[in-house]
């Protein structure tokens, strides 16, 4: 069975991001392991070496890299980040605020992104995660419920930009 590649949600700066990534990659990065190779293979039996194990491994793993990065590049989705503000998007910057038991938490804002550049700890989230799915297609005044482990968590969307 083969399995059907989506697209791959980025907005400009994250694509730039990876391509600089691919592009260093290629050009720097393979050059420095071809050379530790090298270098490795000069020291003589290579079946006992480690140096050259590990060379090798770095450049397996740097390949992989390689052949990811530009699997997502050629599936790339470029998020269009000036369009309407009426309904949650990928793209969007949403403020909500938890709401519950008499109280409002404070507003909290992030950036709906894709898997790609999902960092939480920077107010990016997935269009794929709990939160994330739930806002997409919502507008202002909505309220979204959010199953997590520790039970539903409820959301209000205070502005979408």
């Known amino acids: 069975m083969r399995m059907v590649e989506e697209a791959s949600f980025l907005t400009a700066e994250g694509y730039n991001r990876l391509q600089d990534e691919l592009e260093y990659l290629k050009t720097v990065r393979r050059q420095e ?19 050259y ?3 090798k491994e770095e450049q397996a793993f740097l390949e992989g890299r390689i052949m990811t990065l530009e699997r997502i590049l050629q599936k790339a989705t470029i998020i269009e980040e000036d369009g309407p503000a009426d309904q949650v ?30 960092d939480p700890s920077s107010g990016r989230i997935s269009n794929e995660s709990p939160l994330g799915e739930a806002l997409i297609g ?16 409820r959301f209000e969307i205070m502005s979408i930009a």
Not at 138 to 153: F, H, K, L, N, Q
């Open 89 to 118: 998007r990928v793209g969007s910057r949403v403020t909500v605020v938890e709401i519950g038991d008499h109280r409002r938490s404070s507003p909290e804002t992030y950036r709906i992104v894709g898997s790609t550049e999902t």
């Open 138 to 153: 919502r507008s202002v005044g909505e309220r979204v419920a959010v199953s997590t482990p520790g039970g539903e968590i």
């Open 33 to 51: 392991v071809a050379e530790r190779i090298g270098i490795a293979k000069e020291e003589g039996d290579i079946t006992e070496n480690a140096g």
């Open 53 to 55: 194990d590990q060379a």
